[in-house]
């Protein structure tokens, strides 16, 4: 069991950038891979981006492609979620979460720890 804490979120300005953190704890190695995930209101929970626990291999959904960057610094049990151009439609709570194996997925089912959540917000 991992127990999984956002932060980094926050009102920021179309176009202006955010740096979110999900800081892990309850697990000694980082074995494990992580995702990050959003749900805007009276939408569903969608994959934005997942990194293997070794953090060199990634995948982003296409709407966040060359804007957002996922990465992990496995001696701080951190995720990172760097996000840059964000537009109105990035408005969500994100979310991190880990999973009981080493690799990465698209699929929330995937993952067995949650955090409780980020909201972000995107002034047009």
């Known amino acids: 069991q991992v127990r999984l804490v956002e932060s980094g979120g926050g009102l920021v300005q179309a176009g202006g950038s955010l740096k979110l953190s999900c800081a892990a704890s309850?697990?000694?190695?980082?074995?494990?891979?992580m995702g990050w995930f959003r749900q805007a209101p009276g939408k569903e929970r969608e994959f934005v981006a997942t990194?293997?626990?070794?953090?060199?291999?990634?995948f982003y959904a296409d709407s966040v492609k060359g804007r957002f960057t996922i990465s992990r610094d496995n001696a701080k049990n951190t995720a990172y979620l760097q996000m840059n151009s964000l537009k109105p439609e990035d408005m969500a709570v994100y979310y991190c979460?880990?999973?009981?194996?080493?690799?990465?997925?698209?699929?929330?089912?995937?993952?067995?720890?949650w955090g409780q959540g980020t909201q972000v917000t995107v002034a047009s």
């Open positions: 990194v293997d626990w070794s953090g060199d291999s990634t």
């Open positions: 979460a880990a999973r009981n194996s080493p690799n990465g997925s698209i699929r929330s089912i995937d993952y067995a720890n």
């Open positions: 309850g697990r000694t190695r980082s074995n494990y891979g």
